[in-house]
């Protein structure tokens, strides 16, 4: 077997959501040489890369993703032992995640949370109705490198705006990265307050969450 | 040089676009919708129909004569007091005015009522003052008058609902936790939904509007679904309107059925077709905008979807038409020339019952 037909075998593992047929191709792929690295990138992750897609057109649903989730860090933990602690520990970036204050929608808020955390990023997600300073605390709590903020009322849009104002005025902005999502948000939006990318779903979320931190 | 036409882009950005950027872009937003729904893409003479809609010069268009449908407003009845910073036009007034307002003075041909929160769960504590809203209304008005909400199911979790929070669980990896949480929820929004209702047409009402159906997923269509049932039952002649939320249903649970069909994932065309069997008269379709995306693809996109669902139903589609749902711009107040042009592709090329 090729290393792309094993890289295909892990991919569609991973689609299948089953932890046991992930668990059983990564052995088959250590054993046939593969580096570890090789096997998460261009197996596993392109897997996970295709439920997200699968998501988005109505193919796969969010139990599906969280089990293709759960069986792709089982798969990441059998090659642990083989690869350098800090590379095998890595997440992609640190993101806190809410809904700004004043706002208590929240399905859509965790739908982005989970796919960015499927996606392999480490999510801290702070709810809804979230007092605009918590955003910072926990970032800097968390060192977190990106705040994704949602918001589902016109009213309470301008919150989003102030996170951003707040963040330069404590001397932060230069080193986060702000997302903004939600109903009412939109490009120029994004653009208007500083921030710095819209994502329109949950899938876009985790493209431009890519984009701006790897 | 070319002519260009001044449209929008869905987050109601003007933007001028060539005839040959506005046939490209109905396409392309058709043929997205046709590819994710697996349904027919728009004809050309279709295209080339809307394209004619949105290049009209005048700032509104309407329906050629003989082609009129009835347009019914969701929570009207609050929009004339009601200033919520958004919405509203804040004039002192009352349900029942704003009510008769609609009626008389702005041709609605239905109406709905509706309280400040707009879900069904925070209609238990004032039950009593619902019920006598709607003997008034009902006493001053001629037009059908609904009872209309949200099932809103995300207020049965915590922290608004006795269940644990599915997204919580979920996240936890709590896979069928969260699936529980969510079959709880929904038994309990059924139950919830029949009571409010069973009291409103004590009072009078005409019927029931569910308003976005599966705003929390496919267990918030799956509450509702019952709901219906078994209103339609005690109530044979009751009117119940089902409106959805999104075009896709979206899978939190994954797994919950309706006789016999997965919910999770369905589309407007399949989603009315449960609709109907569960005993509702009307569905309200919907397709949500793309704000990064022009008008006439967002409007080529909502009308072959539409279109897809209007052919599958077995009863009168009533296609919501709004703040960014439909084609029409996300923007607090739609302008009217995308509003119009929207509505009338939805009526002569989508063939809706009504607005």
């Given at each position: 077997m090729s290393n792309e037909e094993m890289f295909k075998e892990l991919s569609d593992a991973i689609v299948s959501c089953k932890k046991d047929a992930v668990i059983a191709t990564v052995e088959k792929a250590r054993d046939e040489g593969i580096p570890p690295a090789e096997i998460i990138e261009k197996g596993l992750a392109a897997g996970m890369n295709e439920v997200g897609v699968l998501f988005e057109r109505g193919k796969l649903f969010l139990p599906h993703v969280m089990m293709a989730a759960g069986a792709m860090e089982a798969g990441v933990a059998l090659l642990e032992k083989d690869m350098p602690k800090d590379v095998a520990s890595k997440k992609l970036g640190i993101i806190v995640n809410g809904t700004v204050e004043g706002d208590v929608h929240d399905i859509g808020k965790s739908i982005v949370s989970t796919m960015l955390q499927s996606a392999g990023f480490e999510v801290h997600d702070i709810g809804r109705d979230v007092p605009l300073q918590d955003f910072i605390d926990k970032a800097k709590e968390t060192s977190a490198n990106m705040i994704g903020m949602s918001a589902l009322m016109t009213t309470t849009l301008p919150g989003q705006k102030d996170v951003i104002e707040m963040l330069k005025e404590q001397g932060m902005r230069d080193n986060v990265k702000v997302m903004v999502g939600g109903a009412p948000a939109t490009e120029a939006w994004a653009t208007k307050i500083g921030a710095d990318c819209y994502a329109e779903n949950a899938s876009e979320a985790v493209a431009k969450a890519k984009e701006l931190l790897l | 040089m070319t002519t260009e036409y001044a449209l929008r882009m869905g987050d109601g950005k003007r933007v001028f676009l060539a005839k040959e950027q506005i046939m490209a872009d109905l396409r392309e937003g058709s043929a997205d919708a046709a590819d994710l729904a697996d349904v027919p893409a728009l004809s050309d003479d279709e295209l080339e129909k809307i394209a004619e809609i949105m290049m009209t010069p005048s700032r509104m268009v309407g329906v050629e004569p003989g082609k009129e449908v009835p347009v019914t407003h969701d929570i009207g009845t609050i929009r004339i007091d009601g200033d919520q910073g958004n919405s509203g036009v804040g004039i002192p007034s009352s349900r029942l005015i704003g009510s008769m307002m609609h009626e008389r003075a702005f041709g609605a041909d239905t109406m709905e009522l509706g309280h400040?929160?707009?879900?069904?769960?925070?209609?238990k504590p004032v039950i009593a003052q619902e019920m006598q809203t709607m003997e008034v209304c009902q006493q001053n008005m001629i037009v059908p008058l609904l009872y209309g909400a949200m099932p809103n199911m995300g207020l049965y979790y915590t922290p608004d609902g006795p269940f644990e929070n599915p997204g919580d669980l979920m996240k936890a990896f709590k896979i069928r936790e969260a699936q529980e949480s969510m079959e709880h929820a929904a038994g309990h929004l059924t139950r919830d939904t029949v009571w409010i209702m069973q009291r409103l047409m004590a009072s009078g009402a005409d019927g029931v509007n569910f308003d976005t159906v599966g705003a929390a997923g496919d267990g918030d269509m799956y509450a509702s679904l019952h709901a219906v049932e078994s209103l339609r039952k005690q109530y044979p002649e009751m009117y119940i309107e089902v409106g959805m939320a999104g075009e896709l249903l979206l899978g939190m649970h994954g797994e919950l059925e309706y006789d016999g069909t997965?919910?999770?994932?369905?589309w407007p065309h399949q989603q009315v077709t449960l609709a109907a069997k569960a005993g509702a008269n009307v569905f309200g379709p919907v397709v949500n905008t793309n704000t990064s995306k022009t008008s006439p693809w967002n409007l080529g996109r909502a009308v072959t979807f539409v279109k897809a669902a209007v052919k599958a139903s077995p009863i009168p589609c009533h296609v919501n038409m709004g703040m960014g749902v439909g084609g029409i711009p996300m923007f607090e107040t739609p302008t009217i020339d995308a509003v119009s042009r929207a509505s009338k592709a939805m009526v002569e090329v989508a063939g809706v019952d009504g607005i």
């Amino acid at each position: 077997m090729s290393n792309e037909e094993m890289f295909k075998e892990l991919s569609d593992a991973i689609v299948s959501c089953k932890k046991d047929a992930v668990i059983a191709t990564v052995e088959k792929a250590r054993d046939e040489g593969i580096p570890p690295a090789e096997i998460i990138e261009k197996g596993l992750a392109a897997g996970m890369n295709e439920v997200g897609v699968l998501f988005e057109r109505g193919k796969l649903f969010l139990p599906h993703v969280m089990m293709a989730a759960g069986a792709m860090e089982a798969g990441v933990a059998l090659l642990e032992k083989d690869m350098p602690k800090d590379v095998a520990s890595k997440k992609l970036g640190i993101i806190v995640n809410g809904t700004v204050e004043g706002d208590v929608h929240d399905i859509g808020k965790s739908i982005v949370s989970t796919m960015l955390q499927s996606a392999g990023f480490e999510v801290h997600d702070i709810g809804r109705d979230v007092p605009l300073q918590d955003f910072i605390d926990k970032a800097k709590e968390t060192s977190a490198n990106m705040i994704g903020m949602s918001a589902l009322m016109t009213t309470t849009l301008p919150g989003q705006k102030d996170v951003i104002e707040m963040l330069k005025e404590q001397g932060m902005r230069d080193n986060v990265k702000v997302m903004v999502g939600g109903a009412p948000a939109t490009e120029a939006w994004a653009t208007k307050i500083g921030a710095d990318c819209y994502a329109e779903n949950a899938s876009e979320a985790v493209a431009k969450a890519k984009e701006l931190l790897l | 040089m070319t002519t260009e036409y001044a449209l929008r882009m869905g987050d109601g950005k003007r933007v001028f676009l060539a005839k040959e950027q506005i046939m490209a872009d109905l396409r392309e937003g058709s043929a997205d919708a046709a590819d994710l729904a697996d349904v027919p893409a728009l004809s050309d003479d279709e295209l080339e129909k809307i394209a004619e809609i949105m290049m009209t010069p005048s700032r509104m268009v309407g329906v050629e004569p003989g082609k009129e449908v009835p347009v019914t407003h969701d929570i009207g009845t609050i929009r004339i007091d009601g200033d919520q910073g958004n919405s509203g036009v804040g004039i002192p007034s009352s349900r029942l005015i704003g009510s008769m307002m609609h009626e008389r003075a702005f041709g609605a041909d239905t109406m709905e009522l509706g309280h400040i929160d707009y879900s069904f769960k925070p209609v238990k504590p004032v039950i009593a003052q619902e019920m006598q809203t709607m003997e008034v209304c009902q006493q001053n008005m001629i037009v059908p008058l609904l009872y209309g909400a949200m099932p809103n199911m995300g207020l049965y979790y915590t922290p608004d609902g006795p269940f644990e929070n599915p997204g919580d669980l979920m996240k936890a990896f709590k896979i069928r936790e969260a699936q529980e949480s969510m079959e709880h929820a929904a038994g309990h929004l059924t139950r919830d939904t029949v009571w409010i209702m069973q009291r409103l047409m004590a009072s009078g009402a005409d019927g029931v509007n569910f308003d976005t159906v599966g705003a929390a997923g496919d267990g918030d269509m799956y509450a509702s679904l019952h709901a219906v049932e078994s209103l339609r039952k005690q109530y044979p002649e009751m009117y119940i309107e089902v409106g959805m939320a999104g075009e896709l249903l979206l899978g939190m649970h994954g797994e919950l059925e309706y006789d016999g069909t997965v919910l999770a994932g369905l589309w407007p065309h399949q989603q009315v077709t449960l609709a109907a069997k569960a005993g509702a008269n009307v569905f309200g379709p919907v397709v949500n905008t793309n704000t990064s995306k022009t008008s006439p693809w967002n409007l080529g996109r909502a009308v072959t979807f539409v279109k897809a669902a209007v052919k599958a139903s077995p009863i009168p589609c009533h296609v919501n038409m709004g703040m960014g749902v439909g084609g029409i711009p996300m923007f607090e107040t739609p302008t009217i020339d995308a509003v119009s042009r929207a509505s009338k592709a939805m009526v002569e090329v989508a063939g809706v019952d009504g607005i």
